[in-house]
């Protein structure tokens, strides 16, 4: 339970307090960032001590934990920086990769910390996930539930709105706010020629139009979050053909946006990325909790 409540301040410190501003000059806000990793630790740790390790010292089981993990995560934090800087600069799906290497090694300094001060070993770390995932007939006590529930709403919501960011990358202006295209013509004859030639001579002028509107960022990451939170509960009751809706609903909302190819390919893959991931959260949620 222990090991659930850090993950969850882990995700809270990475995705909810640390805002866009933070990300894009990590380097300059990673003092700030490590102290929201510091408290939230501080905080679970303590809670821990209090309710489940009142015997043991807390110097080892909150302080030196919580140094460990804050430690930790500024090493990880300042190596990615230099990585990804270095190795990613156009490259959406290594930025991906790097990605999910440091939430995983993340998870793993949590695990190490576990060993270290709490005497849990990682091979029955590693062996009760397996169990839970797998095993027949398992039972999972009600506040176990309720933070694996808690683990896959984030990872379903923010965490996958982050993965698809990175995948797809900045859409241009153009066609981020493109609404539809209009084309008029003008034709001008010349009466005086027509007299003297079968054939009648002219001008034709042709205008077309790009028709743009204003696109509120907030409002696209929220429909996300709700699409793949209705996908989760979809999945968790294996009524797989109610998903096709959610995606019809979505075709209608951006049908004239559809005309141009580019933002097509752009909504299709960000869909389909937004449905795996909702899925395979869906089914994770079934197979652990039931």
Do not use: C
């Not at 054939?199 to 205008?207: A, D, F, R």
Request: proline residues 2%.
């Amino acid at each position: 339970m222990l090991l659930l409540s850090l993950i969850i301040a882990h995700l809270l410190a990475d995705f909810y307090l640390q805002t866009d501003r933070m990300v894009q000059d990590k380097l300059k806000n990673l003092k700030k960032h490590i102290l929201h990793h510091f408290l939230v630790n501080t905080i679970v740790l303590a809670a821990g001590w209090l309710f489940f390790y009142q015997q043991k010292d807390p110097v080892m089981t909150v302080i030196w934990p919580m140094l460990f993990i804050t430690a930790t995560h500024l090493m990880i934090d300042l190596l990615k920086i230099k990585l990804v800087d270095q190795f990613t600069a156009s490259e959406n799906m290594n930025k991906l990769w790097f990605f999910i290497l440091d939430q995983l090694l993340h998870i793993f300094m949590l695990l190490i910390a576990m060993q270290l001060f709490y005497k849990i070993s990682l091979v029955s770390n590693f062996n009760r996930f397996i169990q839970l995932l797998f095993e027949e007939g398992r039972q999972l006590d009600a506040s176990s539930t309720i933070l694996v529930i808690a683990i896959i709403l984030i990872l379903g919501t923010t965490v996958s709105g982050h993965i698809i960011r990175i995948l797809l990358g900045s859409l241009p202006g153009q066609l981020l706010t493109f609404e539809g295209k209009y084309t008029f013509k003008n034709e001008f004859r010349e009466p005086a020629y027509q007299k003297t030639s079968k054939s009648e001579k002219g001008l034709s002028e042709q205008y077309s139009y790009m028709i743009f509107n204003k696109h509120d960022m907030s409002r696209g990451k929220l429909i996300g979050y709700i699409e793949r939170l209705l996908v989760i509960l979809l999945t968790y009751y294996s009524s797989y053909p109610a998903i096709a809706f959610i995606v019809t609903a979505k075709s209608i909302a951006r049908f004239k946006q559809m005309d141009d190819r580019d933002w097509a390919e752009y909504f299709l893959l960000g869909t389909l990325t937004s449905m795996f991931l909702g899925i395979v959260f869906g089914i994770l949620l079934r197979e652990i909790v039931n």
